[in-house]
């Protein structure tokens, strides 16, 4: 069954609204999950690491005021995405770790008008 | 410089056939993992075969092997006995280090077609 569920898995929004994703781990405690962005038929590219209860460390080029993560439980982290741009518009995949390994949730689809 | 470098973006197999994807990998830890992951039209990441630096043998799952020579930091994926099912984009991806949260890097892919 799935270990990763990630809400929602497809939105439209205007240009300048925010948009909350919600990541969460299924059956297990996750200390740690990832945000990647994908854009279209290209890579995963990681975006930050979430850690419950500090602050998320963000890769370079990534705007931290833009990207809003919050890992507020050991199972679920949340990215908001503040006064989003057409320019935003991509697919957006959370991944937690258990074990050894990497799991990923089915993604959100973000276009911005 | 890239961690992980698949060269091929494309790929075509008939069904039935074995093929290879290509994967390159740069790191300087004594200790990482490397891992191929399966992404179909719906978007979703489908974990497929692991391969640690430690590991003697050649990681297998069903019709997945991984072959992995360590000199040549080489990491290729052989799918066996092709099936229409396993047209979908392939991403190779390494974990560095000794740490276990440290996150996946990916290559860019490559997009195999199976053809009937």
């Known amino acids: 069954g799935a270990v990763v569920s990630q809400h929602p898995s497809r939105v439209i929004c205007k240009s300048g609204t925010s948009v909350k994703i919600e990541c969460r781990s299924l059956?297990?405690?996750?200390?740690?999950m990832f945000w990647y962005r994908q854009f279209p038929k290209k890579s995963l590219m990681l975006m930050a690491t979430?850690?419950?209860?500090?602050?998320?460390?963000?890769e370079q080029g990534v705007e931290k005021d833009k990207f809003l993560i919050n890992h507020a439980s050991l199972t679920l982290s949340t990215l908001t995405v503040t006064s989003a741009h057409p320019e935003d518009s991509s697919f957006y995949i959370c991944?937690?770790?258990?074990?050894?390994?990497?799991?990923f949730g089915p993604g959100t689809r973000l276009t911005v008008l | 410089a890239q961690k992980i470098t698949q060269t091929q973006p494309g790929m075509f197999v008939q069904e039935k056939e074995a093929v290879t994807l290509d994967c390159t990998y740069d790191?300087?830890?004594?200790?990482?993992?490397l891992f191929w992951y399966k992404q179909p039209s719906s978007g979703e990441m489908i974990f497929l075969i692991y391969?640690?630096?430690?590991?003697?043998q050649n990681a297998t799952e069903g019709r997945y092997s991984l072959n992995f020579q360590k000199a040549r930091k080489s990491a290729n994926l052989v799918i066996s006995a092709s099936q229409l099912g396993d047209s979908a984009m392939y991403f190779c991806?390494?974990?560095?280090?000794?740490?276990?949260?440290?996150?996946?890097?990916f290559g860019k892919g490559t997009r195999l077609s199976v053809i009937a």
């Open positions: 991944s937690v770790l258990r074990r050894n390994e990497q799991f």
């Open positions: 059956d297990f405690q996750a200390t740690t």
């Open positions: 979430s850690n419950e209860g500090s602050k998320a460390t963000y």
């Open positions: 790191t300087s830890d004594q200790s990482y993992g």
């Open positions: 391969q640690g630096s430690y590991d003697e």
């Open positions: 991806a390494m974990r560095e280090g000794y740490l276990r949260n440290t996150p996946l890097v």
